[in-house]
């Protein structure tokens, strides 16, 4: 099946830096979506981003489909930022069930 | 609704008792989805809905699981003689099916089986 792997797994920011998130994916995807869970354990949608550029607020994200990878980019970190980010794809089969990555841990100090 | 909503937020059961887990998706989204997430682990597909129907059942991890969707809305996740490694958050998420694939996930219930 599809793999998908996500780097770095785990990132210690202090405050205010910026930061590049990395997903890559082994076979062509349908959809593609970032996502934040918060120490409470909530998925948050970021993006749908099967390809192209989104920006919101400080963050944004670029997905090359025929390069088989996908960025999200954190801009002037924040403490809330913290938690843990996944990226999800669905393989081309109709079915639109989403295979996480292991996601990237990030922790942002103040 | 204005979000997905998941019922019980927690749920402790014995070894060997059954549950059943709720899952109310966004109103008017016909496409419905089960993960299931360990502690500690990534998000893992169990099953999906179109409608009241389930095209794919392929990540149920054994017989005592089962799900079910009413009226193309609310869906039950059923686990039959719980065991420990049972024991996960279990999410739901929903989407439109139509011109978004985009899902949206609910907050999950962690199940403890003791």
């Known amino acids: 099946g599809i793999q998908v792997e996500q780097s770095p797994p785990d990132l210690i920011l202090q405050e205010g830096a910026n930061s590049t998130l990395r997903c890559n994916f082994s076979?062509?995807?349908?959809?593609l979506q970032w996502f934040h869970q918060n120490p409470w354990g909530q998925l948050i949608n970021l993006f749908y981003i099967p390809s192209g550029t989104k920006q919101n607020g400080r963050l944004s994200a670029t997905t090359v489909a025929t390069e088989r990878y996908s960025l999200l980019y954190i801009s002037s970190s924040q403490t809330t930022d913290s938690g843990v980010y996944f990226c999800a794809v669905d393989r081309d089969s109709g079915t639109y069930k989403y295979i996480f990555g292991t996601g990237t841990r990030l922790k942002v100090l103040a | 609704g204005a979000g997905v909503s998941q019922s019980p937020s927690n749920k402790v059961t014995e070894k060997g008792k059954d549950v059943e887990l709720r899952c109310d998706p966004i109103?008017?989204?016909?496409?419905l989805y089960w993960y299931r997430q360990s502690l500690g682990q990534g998000l893992e597909f169990l099953i999906y809905?179109?409608?009241?129907?389930?095209?794919?059942k392929s990540g149920l991890p054994s017989d005592r699981f089962s799900a079910e969707r009413t009226g193309g809305s609310v869906s039950t996740l059923t686990i039959q003689r719980t065991q420990q490694e049972d024991s996960a958050v279990y999410l739901c998420?929903?989407?439109?099916?139509?011109?978004?694939?985009?899902?949206?996930f609910g907050p999950g219930t962690r199940l403890t089986v003791t």
């Open positions: 076979d062509s995807v349908n959809n």
């Open positions: 998420a929903s989407s439109s099916g139509q011109s978004s694939y985009e899902q949206y």
């Open positions: 109103s008017g989204h016909t496409a």
């Open positions: 809905f179109q409608g009241n129907s389930a095209p794919d």
